[in-house]
């Protein structure tokens, strides 16, 4: 996924000379501070925005009986949304939280989907995070079928070394799909 990453930032890095585009691109994307506790997205809604962290970290969760499961992590450039939401239009069926203060880009998809005709190289990049998106569902799978609970803990620590730091330690065992007790257990014995 690294190797996805690099060349997506490539790719925008490239594609920002293009004075037209980067004009394009910031006259769509407005910067917007959000606090501690703030929701992107409530479960609930359609999805209509990108969000593209500049600083800060987010989390996806889903609210079922009452009770909070946590399926992801974003932080700093990552892009926060409901696919399945944006896509179809539907409402999204996962909530997306701000952890700590944070900086972030905001796209409406309309506007995305503008400048994605416009700009092939948007287009490029789109179906290159997709495809990154998709290995990354893939690994996830994988490690929640076949991963011991201290596996998935190593795996996400060492993806995000700062999580310990950034995230509620009752966030990172429901994200595992283990008990605080456990999590505790696991980090213990380091």
Do not use: N
């Not at 997205?41 to 987010?58: D, K, T």
């Not at 996806?60 to 399945?84: A, I, M, N, P």
């Not at 239009?89 to 700590?100: A, C, K, N, R």
């Not at 905001?106 to 998709?134: D, G, N, Q």
Request: hydrophobic share 40%.
């Amino acid at each position: 996924m690294k190797y996805q990453e690099a060349i997506i930032e490539d790719l925008l890095t490239a594609a920002f000379q293009d004075e037209a585009l980067r004009d394009a691109y910031y006259e769509a994307a407005q910067e917007k501070r959000f606090k501690k506790g703030d929701l992107l997205l409530e479960q609930g809604q359609i999805c209509r925005h990108s969000y593209i962290l500049l600083s800060g970290a987010v989390r996806g969760f889903y609210l079922k009986d009452g009770r909070e499961v946590t399926t992801s992590f974003c932080f700093t450039s990552d892009v926060v949304l409901s696919l399945e939401s944006a896509t179809r239009l539907t409402p999204s069926p996962e909530s997306f939280e701000v952890l700590e203060d944070s900086l972030v880009e905001v796209v409406s998809m309309e506007k995305m989907a503008r400048l994605r005709e416009r700009f092939p190289v948007f287009e490029k990049v789109w179906t290159l995070s997709m495809e990154a998106y998709a290995i990354w569902l893939e690994e996830r799978l994988a490690s929640l079928q076949f991963a011991t609970a201290k596996e998935r803990y190593d795996q996400l620590v060492e993806r995000y070394p700062e999580i310990v730091r950034q995230v509620q330690l009752s966030h990172i065992a429901s994200y595992l799909g283990i008990t605080l007790e456990t999590l505790s257990r696991i980090r213990a014995k380091g």
